[in-house]
């Protein structure tokens, strides 16, 4: 978690998966892609995610607690994973956005870099839009 927060760190992802009914630290890294492909359709996992976003006059971190929340999943599970949710957010307590995931086009970048910055208040790009 703090690895992700570090602007000089180069892990930008973090995720907290399921050891039975217990959540562990899970996989961590650099590239998003690699976070997109922990996400299948059988599991349900959290992830917290540094994003670099921001306009021509700044650029600045933003982060999103994201679960997701497989295909193939349990309705009993999917359901549980909400009240789990809670235990995670003692950890991960600083972010912009949190998403509910469970279709993989929300899973991509541009996506959550669009809310994230719509979350974020000032745009200066709209002057050049």
């Known amino acids: 978690y703090n690895l992700v927060r570090d602007d000089g760190s180069a892990v930008i992802w973090v995720t907290f998966k399921y050891d039975g009914s217990t959540i562990v630290p899970g996989e961590q ?32 971190s933003k982060f999103a607690l994201i679960t997701w929340i497989g295909e193939n999943v349990s309705g009993l599970q999917r359901a549980k994973t909400g009240t789990d949710k809670t235990l995670v957010k003692e950890v991960v307590q600083n972010f912009a956005k949190e998403f509910v995931i469970s279709d993989r086009k929300e899973l991509e970048e541009d996506f959550i870099k669009s809310e994230l910055k719509k979350a974020g208040g000032a745009n200066y790009d709209a002057q050049t839009e």
């Open 29 to 60: 890294g650099a590239e998003y892609q690699h976070f997109i492909q922990q996400c299948t359709d059988d599991v349900r996992l959290f992830a917290f995610v540094r994003f670099t976003t921001g306009d021509a006059m700044s650029k600045r």
